[in-house]
């Protein structure tokens, strides 16, 4: 809440808010007729967040324009934004968090590598991986054609009574040649350690973290109960291009943060920086 209304601080850029006009920054004044200056904040999160399909009216003021414009907005269903650029401090070294992987992590990956070409090439690219517990390997896939090139060997996956079989780098149409680092910790597991196994075996990128990764690239399939609880199989072992078992086995950090350092981010761009 602010003097005016309830701000706006971020707006998925693949949602109907986004598409009609919306950006952070802006205050809603109103929902539905509702004064939100009359609403307790939860009141006004339960507004905002409906059910699929759901139309919302709202008015919104435009700081910039002094002027206030009405909305109507549907919730709908979408991938949400999972890669989001995190200051540094530094100009020239620039740091995206990929918070987790889903279908479109490659298109929104892809946003900000066309913002670091040519000249704009930074002195260092960090992604941050850290806490990011994978996704579907095929989401990788599609990233590591920006970093290594097409038709690259990523890994191979050996399954029970089948074949084995394996990813490769597809073409892009965006390539990021740059210095590169990957941040990690103990719960980037499954394609994120796909990802840092794949970097740092092509040496790539310079993995950096305080500590190994989860030790949990396989593939898994999964069945529900109907009481909601869930089970959890591996189906498959996974190694990556040159036979280095994944699974159970984690990536360690090419270079490791000392556990006495607060902040592992603002470490390395210290050390990155001298």
């Not at 139309?55 to 934004?81: A, D, G, H, W």
């Not at 740092?200 to 069945?223: C, H, P, Q, W």
């Not at 189906?235 to 994944?246: D, H, Q, V």
């Amino acid at each position: 809440m602010v003097k005016d209304g309830f701000e706006i601080t971020f707006v998925e850029k693949r949602s109907d808010s986004f598409k009609k006009g919306i950006r952070p920054g802006y205050v809603i004044t109103s929902i539905n007729a509702k004064p939100v200056s009359g609403l307790a904040e939860k009141e006004i999160v339960d507004f905002l967040t409906p059910e699929i399909n759901a139309k919302i009216i709202l008015i919104v003021l435009v700081p910039l324009e002094n002027i206030e414009r009405t909305f109507e907005v549907v919730s709908e269903e979408y991938f949400k934004e999972t890669v989001r650029e995190t200051p540094t401090g530094v100009a020239n070294i620039k740091c995206l968090k990929i918070e987790k992987f889903n279908k479109d992590t490659n298109t929104d990956l892809a946003d900000y590598l066309k913002q670091y070409a040519g000249t704009n090439i930074p002195k260092m690219l960090i992604i941050d991986i850290r806490d990011n517990p994978g996704g579907p390997p095929l989401a990788v896939r599609e990233i590591m054609g920006y970093f290594i090139g097409p038709d690259r060997n990523l890994c191979y996956y050996k399954k029970k009574n089948a074949p084995v079989f394996g990813l490769t780098s597809p073409k892009q149409n965006v390539y990021y040649g740059g210095p590169l680092a990957l941040l990690i910790n103990k719960k980037s597991g499954s394609a994120s350690e796909l990802m840092a196994g794949v970097l740092k075996e092509y040496k790539r990128a310079i993995v950096v973290g305080r500590e190994d990764t989860a030790g949990m690239s396989f593939l898994k399939g999964t069945n529900k109960f109907d009481d909601d609880s869930m089970l959890v199989m591996i189906t498959a072992m996974s190694y990556l291009f040159n036979g280095k078992e994944m699974g159970f086995k984690t990536v360690e950090p090419n270079f490791r943060i000392p556990a006495d350092a607060k902040d592992e981010l603002e470490f390395l761009v210290h050390e990155i920086n001298k």
